[in-house]
């Protein structure tokens, strides 16, 4: 059974730092694409940032600069580190996993910033 289980969510003042965690199971996670998409109240799901099996990164130009992924394979973990938050980065956050158009979603962890 497939699990990605987001953790790290919560409550900060604009100008803060938060740091997610996506830990999985069930998948041959070193030859997934990871990823962290985000969907605000209203609005359609974005992707955030994403890491490849061999460490290529993408961001998106909103968070680029502020954010980090970043992935351990053997403890099959990804994780996102924010800083600078936004009042605009206030979302739910999911966890992806992609392999060659096999995609699992975490169930989200809630992100709001105060300003």
């Known amino acids: 059974q497939v699990q990605l289980v987001e953790s790290g969510g919560g409550l900060v003042q604009a100008g803060g730092s938060l740091s997610l965690s996506c830990t999985t199971s069930?998948?041959?996670?070193?030859?997934?694409?990871m990823g962290w998409y985000r969907q605000a109240p209203g609005k359609q799901r974005e992707l955030v940032a994403q890491?490849?099996?061999?460490?290529?990164?993408n961001y998106a130009g909103s968070v680029q600069g502020r954010f980090t992924i970043s992935r351990d394979d053997a403890k099959k973990t990804v994780g996102l580190q924010m800083t600078s938050l936004k009042p605009e980065d206030t979302a739910v956050y999911y966890c992806?996993?992609?392999?060659?158009?096999?995609?699992?979603w975490g169930q989200g962890t809630q992100v709001t910033v105060s300003s």
């Open positions: 992806n996993a992609d392999w060659l158009g096999v995609t699992h």
């Open positions: 069930g998948i041959i996670f070193s030859i997934y694409t």
């Open positions: 890491i490849t099996r061999v460490g290529t990164t």
